[in-house]
């Protein structure tokens, strides 16, 4: 299957069940509720070396928010129930509590798990915090030099699905950049999904374990390596260069999907040889993103 | 008083008597139980059946001027529990102190005919006898407060002890008083006297007098059995509810020094201090007290059990309620009676979670079931201050039922159980037998009523018919027959008849010359005229007195100097 | 189809009418339901000889006729509604868990007492006593919401623990006495001692008030969870302007006697009584 010229190979990207909460991040102005989602989110690319992942889902205007005040919504995942809450507290404490002008909102009402987030971090207050319950809904009001900090005394969580990809194999590393952030942009602002990596973008696909190194969890996919291509069983077509991946985590399969379909799209173009995905043989992850089925055609990869 | 009545193939419970559980017959008529009635009489099948003589309150707060302020300050426990009038009877609320008919159906209901109220003030009578009136089944009588009563404290001070005791009977037969009380001899006349201060060991001194509530105690015991009155002198000891009161207790036991006395809800008396930092924490010392009583048959003593849920602190300890109502922060009411007392109400809710109150909980529990004689460590909750006597059931079964019990014990503070016996005394049971005494004879024995609690020949007709049940809660809960006085109050569960009870009271001899000590304090410290104090019998329409044995004459009262 | 009650005879002394209540009309067809008991006066009577009864019960119940001397209606009700097209008694909504009461007209005092759930809606004016602890009680409404488009009398929220009662209009005195916590917005004036003995909560008001000596000034400042609140408000269908949402208000603590951790929040471009 070509699109616009792109081989769009016959793989699909496997991708894993998460734990996900939505939090809605509001502000004095867009610049502040921006600032506190980037703090929040930063070092949350990957569950393998920060514990959790998370990127800013979209900007919310005033009419989209529980105060009326501009927002930004933020994703945040991690492999199992236990941790989402504590990375959750420790980070909410450390990034919007402390920035001017927030407040801090349960994106998910209907998320069947309540994490008792605002909950634990009422004791910043010191005794001093106070709680009302709005519509139904619990907030805690703690005391900060500023004013006051808002945040809602619990947040949803369902289950999400985190490392949905596709990878750019271009001639040059010029070309793959200009399509990853071709895609990039298409994908900004798409409804339950994230792309928790540096500008939505990785350089440094990783395969599991490590041929020389016991201890490593995942080291280099040295398959997709350029310069390796001489050294390893490498999987990099005749005139690719240089390749970059968009990892994606979101609340469902389809948003992924739907995502990765304007995703791949953008990246179709000149200087890109062929769209592909990472996969584990299927086994492994539950959802499984079949690149041509995603762009509308037949795929008969398992 | 009833047509002649057989009950017939019921399970007799006639501890005073001996009988433990026999089938018999028991024959009523014309209010008494009689040894035999014409056959033609009606008869009530008591098969499958438990038949007690009525059941016996010997402390409890019912009625009189203290009763209803504690009804006035919480209506909102009123619309919850609304007694609507019947065909038979009148219409009341209910809650923990319910109103005066109320009280009378509910504890008919639930197999009791005799009850004393615990504490009232001399100037408090008339309105008790009134609430009395309105109060319906129940025989009652009350105690007079007359542990802080300045005129006694002066003839005490003096050191005329003969004059006491014509004074005590002057004040018991005016009254129309049933037995003296002691409510914390000298705290209510601290309290009344310096802010916030009371009384904390019995060699305090009393406030500007020149006594000590040794001295006082002493006083009382000495001269309520010389007066030989029936129950000669019902005491709440000094330091209740406060942590290491034990030493208080036991010391007020041995004034005694083998005459007669009663310690009333020794459960709240019962106290020990933690050791180290948590001192103001109680710790259960009921294995002492139950051992000293154990072992002086002259002592007697009602539990005062606490039950889990809605009470009301209502007593003539002014101190301890203004101490109490710090706990809840709710509402409290504070009374004096110029000369004679004090007095303190605090709405308040025992909870099983909280260390002090399940620890009161296991030593009501483990008071009962370490006793050795039943007969004098007798059967109460303090109504309603440790819980209301609708919630006696539950405490039978509580006794009665080990596994039921331990159930109970595992959702309390454990902390708290910690610091009691209550686990070493797992294994025991009551009997039925025994609860008829914890119940009935004994509470009968102890106020000297020889007409109550048995159904020997001659006894008034009071027996309470119960059917018999696994569950003993649901069994104590609604009795199928409750007879009174020979008549059929309830049949079927169900109230059908209305009746009014008597009033049981003492009218001791006394010298009259010691009217001529009283008149004078009357017409210069109190608000109401001497010729005006006594109740006259127009408030007594259905009195009976029960007689006095007095080891001493009523002499003439030797003259002392009036100060 | 819904239970529609329309009031034939004028009680001439207040009817007691607790079976006014979807849950004890639960599919009770018009016949039966005109035989149920109210109590008027001290005489016991059917609901059929005040109230023309038609339709079905479905969870709706519909009221119309000037029912000021009607009281009860909806106690303790958990779901279903009831609109009343006119004015009602006291007690309105007493104990109530859930569900919806609509008052087109007034209500009389005691609105909501000790309510946990559900939401009143008085699209007239109310009574004293609105939304509050049954005399001798600690503790009033416990959740729920209250709503009043016109003016409230005297000791609204009287120890209100939880919820929110909003007031179009006025409030009178001892607005939010003994409150413990809990929500009340007034649009128009309060008058004196709002807040006597509040230990938690919070009121809020629109303009200048008098406040007890008790109260102390904190701050001037735009509390966020207020701009939260007063959108509810404005969705449960009170004016609520966007200089109210966005403005700054003053901070009082109180009540001193209390615990002091209770506020009242007054709007500051209204002006206030000197700060001390």
């Known amino acids: ?302 | 008083m009833g047509s002649p009545l057989r009950i017939v193939n019921g399970r007799v419970y006639d501890p005073a008597n001996g009988v433990n559980g026999a089938v018999q017959d028991v024959c009523v008529r014309d209010g008494k139980i009689v040894a035999d009635v014409p056959p033609d009489a009606k008869r009530i099948d008591a098969a499958g059946m438990v038949v007690m003589p009525g059941g016996i309150d010997i402390h409890c707060h019912i009625a009189g001027p203290k009763v209803n302020l504690a009804r006035k300050v919480q209506p909102e426990t009123h619309q919850d529990d609304v007694q609507l009038r019947t065909r038979l009877t009148r219409s009341g609320t209910g809650g923990t102190v319910p109103s005066t008919f109320a009280t009378g159906y509910r504890y008919a209901t639930l197999g009791y005919t005799t009850a004393m109220e615990a504490a009232v003030t001399p100037l408090g009578a008339r309105h008790t006898l009134e609430e009395f009136h309105d109060t319906p089944v129940l025989d009652k009588g009350f105690f007079v407060l007359v542990g802080n009563n300045l005129l006694l404290y002066r003839l005490l001070q003096e050191g005329r002890r003969e004059e006491l005791r014509h004074a005590l009977a002057w004040w018991l037969k005016v009254t129309k008083a049933y037995a003296p009380k002691l409510v914390n001899p000298g705290g209510d006349e601290m309290w009344k006297g310096q802010r916030n201060a009371n009384i904390t060991s019995l060699d305090d001194k009393i406030g500007s007098f020149d006594l000590t509530p040794r001295r006082v105690i002493a006083a009382f015991i000495e001269a309520g059995n010389e007066l030989g009155l029936p129950h000669p002198v019902h005491i709440h000891c000094n330091n209740l509810g406060h942590s290491g009161n034990v030493e208080t207790t036991l010391e007020t036991m041995r004034l005694a020094e083998g005459r007669r006395a009663h310690i009333a809800h020794i459960q709240f008396h019962s106290y020990g201090a933690a050791a180290g930092k948590s001192q103001s924490n109680p710790t259960s010392r009921a294995r002492d007290i139950i051992e000293y009583i154990n072992t002086h048959p002259n002592i007697s003593a009602d539990v005062g059990a606490v039950m889990f849920g809605p009470a009301t602190i209502m007593t003539g300890d002014a101190p301890l309620a203004y101490m109490l109502r710090r706990f809840g922060g709710n509402k409290w009411v504070n009374a004096d009676t110029e000369n004679e007392s004090g007095c303190g109400i605090v709405p308040f809710r025992y909870q099983d979670r909280v260390y002090t109150n399940a620890l009161q909980w296991a030593i009501g529990l483990e008071l009962l079931l370490l006793s050795e004689d039943p007969w004098r460590m007798v059967f109460s909750t303090d109504h309603p201050n440790g819980g209301s006597f609708m919630s006696y059931p539950r405490l039978i079964r509580l006794l009665m039922d080990r596994g039921y019990r331990k159930e109970q014990m595992a959702h309390v503070n454990q902390k708290a159980l910690d610091r009691s016996a209550l686990r070493d005394c797992q294994e025991r049971e009551y009997s039925l037998s025994e609860i008829a005494i914890i119940t009935r004879a004994g509470p009968a024995r102890l106020l000297g009523l020889t007409d109550k609690g048995h159904l020997g020949v001659g006894a008034d007709a009071d027996v309470t018919i119960y059917e018999e049940d696994e569950d003993k809660e649901k069994m104590f809960s609604a009795p199928r027959y409750v007879i009174k006085d020979g008549e059929l109050i309830i049949e079927d569960h169900e109230l059908r008849a209305d009746h009014q009870g008597r009033l049981l009271h003492v009218a001791p001899d006394y010298d009259p010359q010691i009217e001529q000590v009283i008149e004078p304090f009357f017409e210069d410290f109190y608000t109401i005229r001497f010729a005006n104090y006594p109740v006259d019998d127009r408030y007594v329409p259905n009195g009976q007195i029960i007689p006095t044995t007095p080891s001493v004459a009523a002499a003439p009262a030797t003259a002392g100097t009036r100060t | 189809m819904t239970l529609t009650l329309t009031l034939r005879t004028a009680p001439t002394v207040p009817l007691e009418a607790d079976v006014l209540s979807p849950d004890r009309l639960s599919g009770v067809s018009a016949l039966e339901a005109a035989k149920l008991t109210v109590v008027h006066g001290n005489q016991r009577a059917d609901l059929g000889e005040f109230f023309q009864v038609g339709g079905a019960a479905d969870g709706e119940l519909h009221l119309t006729g000037d029912l000021a001397q009607v009281k009860q209606i909806g106690t303790g009700m958990a779901r279903g509604r009831i609109v009343v097209h006119g004015s009602v008694g006291m007690h309105l909504g007493a104990g109530m868990t859930g569900g919806e009461i609509v008052v087109e007209g007034d209500a009389g005092d005691w609105v909501g007492p000790e309510m946990s759930g559900g939401r009143i809606v008085v699209k007239g004016n109310a009574g004293h006593m609105l939304g509050s602890a049954r005399r001798g009680s600690q503790i009033g409404v416990r959740g729920g919401e209250i709503v009043v488009f016109g003016n409230a009398g005297n000791e609204v929220g009287n120890g209100m623990r939880r919820g929110l009662i909003a007031i179009g209009g006025d409030a009178g005195d001892f607005a939010g006495v003994n409150m413990l916590a809990g929500t009340i917005v007034v649009l128009g004036r309060l008058a004196w001692r709002a807040g006597a003995g509040m230990r938690r909560g919070s009121i809020i008001s629109m303009h200048p008030a008098e406040l007890l000596p008790t109260f102390s000034y904190a701050c001037d400042y735009a509390p966020e969870f207020l701009r939260v609140c007063l959108r509810h408000v404005r969705g449960l269908g009170l004016t609520i302007a966007d200089s109210h949402v966005n403005g700054r208000y003053q901070r009082w603590c109180g009540d001193g006697i209390e615990l002091n951790r209770g506020e009242v929040l007054i709007l500051d471009s209204a002006g206030t009584a000197s700060r001390s």
């Open chain 1, 1 to 302: 299957m070509l699109v616009r010229g792109v081989l769009i190979e016959d793989t699909f990207a496997e991708a894993f069940t998460m734990r996900v909460a939505r939090l809605v991040i509001t502000g004095g102005t867009p610049r502040w509720a921006r600032e506190a989602g980037l703090k929040l989110t930063g070092f949350a690319t990957s569950v393998i070396g920060c514990k959790c992942e998370a990127g800013i889902e979209r900007e919310l205007s005033e009419t989209e928010t529980p105060d009326g005040r501009p927002g930004v919504s933020v994703l945040f995942l991690t492999m199992d129930k236990e941790s989402l809450p504590q990375q959750l507290i420790s980070r909410i404490g450390q990034t919007v509590l402390t920035c001017p002008t927030t407040a801090c909102f349960d994106g998910l009402p209907d998320g069947p798990d309540r994490l008792p987030v605002g909950k634990a971090l009422r004791v910043f207050g010191d005794g001093f915090q106070g709680s009302k319950v709005i519509g139904g809904k619990r907030y805690w009001r703690v005391p900060v030099m500023e004013g006051e900090f808002l945040v809602e005394e619990t947040f949803g969580m369902q289950k999400g699905v985190g490392g949905g990809n596709f990878l750019i194999l271009a001639r040059d590393a010029d070309a793959a950049l200009a399509a990853a952030e071709a895609a990039v942009d298409a994908m900004a602002n798409h409804p339950g999904v994230v792309l928790p990596f540096p500008g939505g973008v990785v350089r440094s696909g990783s395969k599991v374990g490590s041929k020389r190194y016991k201890k490593m969890v995942a080291t280099t996919n040295d398959a997709f390596c350029p310069t390796l291509r001489a050294l390893t069983e490498s999987q990099l077509p005749e005139g690719v260069n240089s390749v970059l991946e968009i990892v994606l985590d979101g609340t469902d399969a389809p948003a992924i999907a739907a995502a990765m379909r304007l995703g791949i799209d953008a990246a179709c173009r000149p200087g890109v040889q062929a769209i592909t995905a990472g996969n584990y043989g299927g086994k492994l992850g539950p959802h499984h993103f079949h690149l041509r089925r995603i762009m509308g055609g037949e795929s008969q990869a398992a």
